[in-house]
């Protein structure tokens, strides 16, 4: 078998396209200090050389310019205040306009210079504004939401309001030179409109509005309301049948729990089961391990409501395997791969991994080719997880094939192993004194838990964190720890939980280890095992499983939301060279 990744899959593409909602300043406080730049360097720059005033009036053209600008943004609020109320974001927009306006004043200043023109230089100050109402109409119907007219009326205020601000009275007696500006700034305005029409329909006829995609995705993401996306998500979103399987450990009055939902914990937070993993972890009374199984965003759950809905249908499930033995653990690598398997009665677990070098989600096809040759060999079900505990790219051929063969030839020697009886421990991080401050950015509610496994007087541990992925050598770093320590990790997995997107990284999530101490985990895993080997009792295995039918995004989704931001973005290219050529020409030329 043959396996070629596609590295133009819709989810890639819509991640890559992540990295343009992070251009714009970190905080409002730098956009607001941009903004009043922008405008000093604008008042100066037309006092000393555009229209030359004098400069006896500076420091109160500086003041009015500075009122104008923090004026104007609350002006701009109030007149959008039922599309968009964070204020932060109306200063961003200010930001922007007002930087585009001064490299045109300041560009425009050496043109005249360069080219000797005789013409009045106060010129590209009105190209400039005209520049900078042509950004805030696309920003205003693009983010904001805002209709035609609101967009242009709203836009024309800041600007004209700031121009007054440092024009003198003298030059409104010289309406050849405004109108000669207006009309050649004209052009970004008409410019702005076309393109606020053809990026919106870009996504017909799946979407209908592009723009309402992407400004119910900027209220989920930046403000936590989730409500239009989830709508729009759910709306597109079909039903299935989900499997999820249970290991139940009981132990005498405790149980421990090792969970592998057939759904995929996204698409971001907080929308829809983003913040699965936790969910099951408290539904199983913190006593579980959520693991990831090998299911792609296809099976991501598109609103809260239904995945409050697959939580409770998780009460109703059906006995699949019961047993008191299980086979020693067994750990094979072949090439970059790594499979570590185990069997109890006749249900065997695999986990998958490729740190330190990473993956994305482990393919479909490896669980069902997997799950045909358990079949072959004996076993009634396999479990295959994902351990997901470390960044990288889709399997090649090469690696696909070795994770193949690490797996099989772990199972073929399990199914022949002899049996013993076990016990088992489990402990959390709630057990831990510890100050969880560093880790909030990278770990969700669940933190960190531990499974002990005792076989045949040998003693394993399974580490478990609920976060997004794992620093590409962390795990490796652990289980170093550890076995200096003298206990054997057979693997540290993560939940892949969502819940904790949202942060201004290339990724959108800082991955377990990428902020916090690497000494400082290791130790928080090493107190954990010696806890839950200290807890490990006699125990016995059942297998649950849930069948659930419940909404997933599904594929097409994705396919939809890939295409229109595709074409909206070769769109918005065209329109920003054609914009740009056009202001070289007009620098040039006025």
Partial sequence: MTYTSSKSNSVTVIHRRWSLTRINPSSYKLS???????????????????????????????????????????FDRWALRSLVSKLPKYFHVSAFALML???????????????????????????????AVGMRIGLFRSVFGANVTQAILVSFVQPFILLIAFMPASFYTSPVSIAIGVALGSVFVFLALVWSKLADKAGCPELTSTFKVLQAFIAAWTESNPQTMEAIMESRAQKEVVTTNIVKFSTGNTNAFIVLP??????????????????????YLRCALILHSVSGHSRNIPSQLWANKYIRSLAQTMPSDRSTTASVPLQIKVGNCISTGIIFGDTGIIILSMAPLGMEDVPESVRSDLERYSSEIGLRQLLVVDSHNAMGGELNDSDYQNMLC??????????????YHFKVGFANLDEIACDRTSLTDELGRSGLAIIALEINNDKYVIGWADSNNMENNLRDFIISKLSRAGIRALEICTSDTHSTSGKRTSQGYYAFGNTSDHEM?????????VNSLNKAASANFELLRSSSTIKVMG??????????????????????????AYFVIMLVLS
Wanted: hydrophobic share 45%; charged share 10%; aromatic share 10%.
């Fill in 32 to 74: 607001y200090l941009i903004s009043l730049i922008g405008s000093c360097i604008l008042v100066v720059l037309s006092c000393l050389w555009g229209f030359k005033t004098s400069t006896t009036d500076l420091a109160i053209h500086l003041a009015l310019g500075i009122s104008a600008a923090t004026g104007s943004v609350l």
């Fill in 555 to 580: 594929n097409r989704q994705f396919d939809d939301y890939a295409s229109a931001l595709n074409k909206s973005m070769n769109l918005t290219k065209a329109f920003l060279a054609i914009t740009a």
């Fill in 406 to 419: 690490a797996a099989k030839t772990c199972l073929k020697n399990l199914i022949k192993a002899p049996r």
């Fill in 521 to 529: 985990i290791a130790e928080l895993f090493r107190q954990l095992s």
């Fill in 262 to 283: 057939d759904v995929h914990p996204g698409p971001f937070h907080p929308i829809g089961g983003s913040n699965l993993p936790y969910l099951l972890y408290s539904a």
């Fill in 101 to 131: 306006w001064t490299l045109t004043a300041v560009f425009g200043s050496v043109s005249h210079t360069i080219f000797s023109k005789t013409s009045t230089p106060s010129i590209y100050f009105i190209e400039g504004m005209m520049l």
